[in-house]
């Protein structure tokens, strides 16, 4: 029996991603996602899918940070000015990895107060 409590069944747009349950637990969906998947307008879906494509298998910097570009800006509607891009991300912000390397933010986001958002892509 399914009831409307039951994340899995409530969330089915959830369930048809492709991403291992690796980006948030069923059980935290209803704390920060609407229970119907939003609409997105034809040309941005359009947009997003491109920028997908284009993306896969590459591994262009030019490329991957067009993909970033659609999502943080175009999907997600935050505005271009409000994100440090590439090399005007700080040095501060890396991070030595386990190999040695170093791994910088592509994109950093910094709110009023202590918020912020780092973006990093590895292949």
Not at 3 to 14: C, G, H, I, K, R
Request: net charge positive.
């Amino acid at each position: 029996m399914t009831t409307n409590n039951d994340p899995l069944n409530q969330y089915s747009w959830w369930s048809s991603l492709k991403h291992g349950g690796m980006l948030i637990s069923p059980a935290r969906l209803a704390n920060y996602f609407p229970a119907e998947r939003p609409h997105i307008p034809r040309y941005l879906a359009d947009r997003l899918r491109t920028a997908v494509q284009a993306q896969q298998g590459a591994e262009s910097e030019k490329v991957q940070s067009a993909l970033l570009d659609t999502v943080l800006e175009d999907v997600l509607g935050l505005k271009a000015d409000q994100w440090a891009k590439a090399t005007s991300v700080s040095p501060s912000w890396s991070q030595r990895l386990i190999t040695g390397e170093n791994l910088r933010p592509r994109r950093l986001w910094q709110g009023h107060t202590t918020q912020c958002c780092r973006c990093s892509l590895t292949t």
